[in-house]
């Protein structure tokens, strides 16, 4: 949903005690966009070119909903780094690993000549 009518939302929703409100823009591509969305119960236009309208509990839970997505959405996210900070560790661990056992090697290799 664009900000303009998420904006608008929460203007109706803080101005509405019960669920209705007066909506007096209702051409605004903000008001279309909500009611396409089922934000609406309700929508009766007056002819001075506002509106009454009663929000839907959709609405009412808009804000709570996207709230929840945006953190799950971070919360992947965060694991995602996670996993990926977790292979570069095993990666880094297994080159020294490499490194070490290289070494040794050689080192036994130089003692098999001496002896």
């Not at 297994?94 to 098999?112: I, R, Y």
């Amino acid at each position: 949903m664009y900000p303009e009518a998420e904006k608008l939302l929460r203007e109706l929703i803080t101005c509405s005690k019960d669920g209705a409100a007066y909506c007096k823009d209702v051409r605004s591509v903000a008001f279309s966009e909500l009611k396409e969305c089922d934000m609406f119960a309700d929508v009766r236009p007056y002819a001075s070119g506002g509106a009454y309208i009663k929000l839907s509990t959709k609405a009412f839970h808009y804000f709570e909903e996207k709230e929840a997505e945006d953190k799950r959405t971070r919360e992947k996210e965060l694991e995602e780094k996670r996993a990926q900070r977790k292979g570069a560790l095993r990666d880094i661990g297994l080159v020294v690993l490499g490194a070490a056992l290289t070494f040794l090697f050689q080192l036994l290799a130089s003692f098999l000549k001496l002896g």
